[in-house]
């Protein structure tokens, strides 16, 4: 199983980025987290696999998630300085022989918003 992130950068207030995560995998539920220096990681956004999602309050309106067959995409527009962060794009893999699932993390892409 591997999730690897891309997408991320620098970009001035107002602006707009989009993170791509390709993974590999039986992945079912999947989500973007970041996580702010000195700040514990949050789930930023989420999709169930019946296309169903769920946002964080900070980023409704603004980011938009979406997936494809082995990708993942976070569209973030309208970009504030507070959005800076690691963003991690996460996935919920069966485990062979059981019906519990396993989440799996990919490395980090960095976005930094600038005022």
């Known amino acids: 199983v591997q999730l690897q992130e891309s997408g991320g950068g620098s970009v001035q207030s107002g602006g707009s980025l989009k993170l791509s995560c390709a993974a590999s995998?039986?992945?079912?539920?999947m989500a973007w987290f970041r996580q702010a220096p000195g700040k514990e990681r949050e789930v930023v956004a989420d999709m169930r696999m019946d296309g169903s999602s769920t946002y964080t309050d900070s980023v409704k309106g603004r980011f938009t998630i979406s997936r494809g067959p082995g990708i993942l995409y976070l569209q973030m527009n309208s970009l504030k300085p507070e959005d800076t962060a690691m963003y991690y794009c996460?996935?919920?893999?069966?485990?062979?022989?059981?019906?519990?699932?396993?989440?799996?993390w990919g490395q980090g892409t960095q976005v930094t918003v600038s005022s």
């Open positions: 995998g039986d992945t079912r539920c």
């Open positions: 996460a996935a919920d893999i069966p485990i062979a022989g059981s019906v519990y699932m396993k989440r799996h």
